[in-house]
């Protein structure tokens, strides 16, 4: 280890007199439903924009290489939009359930 240099991991354990900060769970699951909308509205807008790319290449067959190329680059996006979407509906649901287990409401007992 180079001179000077010292790696001090304290950092990485919890001090029990230092309360933990609380996290409104409702919050944040409202968070992920809005972020969720917005990733279900640009799959729908980008899908929506690629079916349009896909019509133009037919009626504009001098210029359908571009559309091709547009088409495929929306429905690209199209698909990341619905997979954030998806990431975002998990998130939304660990924020519900972190919400019910801190409030009392739903014990999970594994035997």
Do not use: C
Not at 14 to 42: C, F, I, N, S, T
Not at 53 to 60: G, L, R
């Amino acid at each position: 280890m180079a001179e000077g240099h010292h790696h001090h991991h304290s950092h990485h354990q919890k001090d029990p007199a230092v309360p933990e900060p609380e996290v409104d769970y409702r919050k944040e699951e409202k968070h992920h439903k809005h972020l969720q909308q917005l990733g279900e509205l640009g799959a729908v807008s980008a899908g929506a924009f690629a079916l349009y790319e896909k019509h133009e290449a037919k009626k504009h067959p001098e210029h359908a290489h571009r559309h091709k190329i547009e088409e495929e680059i929306a429905a690209a996006a199209a698909v990341g939009a619905g997979g954030f979407a998806f990431h975002e509906h998990h998130q939304k649901k660990e924020a519900k359930k972190e919400y019910e287990e801190s409030h009392g409401k739903k014990h999970h007992h594994h035997f």
